[in-house]
């Protein structure tokens, strides 16, 4: 919030509506949220509604997801990949699935992290029913995840099971979940199993430290570490959005942008 | 003089509506909402349309500001995706709007209460 505040002072800011509308999403809506959320979410009824909002939405996500993945996209989101969405979303003749949301990389990041946290509030659950609808919600989130395509994704899962799994202090479920993901980065980093399936070899290649997207993302980090050393505050927050892309196309920094 | 106490002397519900006072009203609103069809199309109808939908929506907001958290997370997931079928002007500042009126209807809803207290301000010192 005070970065975002503050960066209104940089020189390079042209244009104070694309500042304006960055700084909504970058800073506004994060720190509006959390105390509302706060201060509002303050009963542990209206804290399950809230899950329980989230997680029809991720199963609806989840089954958009599989529609794409099986039926194929329909007219608008073939004219939404036509128009240049096809050079990230269409890899090796493959649709990386992106559900009803913005991006195949938003869709992987929700689903994985809502996988995590509904099959993590299925185990503290005691009702059957409530326990079987988080845990349905929660294994369609991951297999989302799977179906996008974003290998970024795959770390929340690992990273947030081991942190439920450090935080329960019980030695026996942390011993047993420490092996299954040693299991789980073993299965990708050292074996070929399931390589013929499109889902897991694309995975498979986030653990490859020779992969040939990951080399061109260290060297676009070095251009641009040499790039920004003369920027102390950085270019400047939207540079790279749709908007600011259209005013700014001339900007160095916006060859880098992923959208 | 003993009208006004009686109940079976007064008009309710759709009774009144047999009284000239609710009718004028009700042409001027259908003259109005005629006018703007006719002259700024078909957007105006189907805002014309939303718009008591809105109101209803902000009078339960306004009784339960929480709502405003839960309709955050849903626009968050449908918002983006709908930009894909159809233009929708200004859909961004809908989530702004309705977290200043969910902070709005939280201030007027607390305004005459203790409120409370400094246990959010605590819990965001802590989050940060």
Redesign the interface.
Known sequence: MIFGLLSVANPEIKNYTIWLSSFRTVSMYMLLIIILSLILINTEKRLYYFFYIWAIFSILVSLKGIAQESIGVDAWEQAWLDRGAYKTHLLFGKLRVFSFLSDAGQFGANQAYSGVVFIILSFAQKNLVRKFFFLFAGILGIYGMFLSGTRGAISVPLIGFMLFFILKRNKIILISGAVMMVVVFVFFKYTMIGQDNQQIRRMRTAFDPNDASLQTRLANQRTLSVYLSSRPIGRRIGTCWQKGAENSSQFFSCKYCNR | MLSSNNPFESNSGSLRLGSPRFYIPLLISCFIAAWLVSTKGLAAGIALIVLPFIIVYLTFLFQN??L???T???LG??I???T??VEVPMI?IS??SI??L??LA?FFKNFYEKG?GDR?VK??LC?H
């Open positions: 500001p929480v405003g958290i839960y955050v997370g849903i997931f449908v983006l995706g709908t894909r079928y961004g989530i702004d977290l200043v969910s902070f939280f409370t959010p819990m965001l989050w």
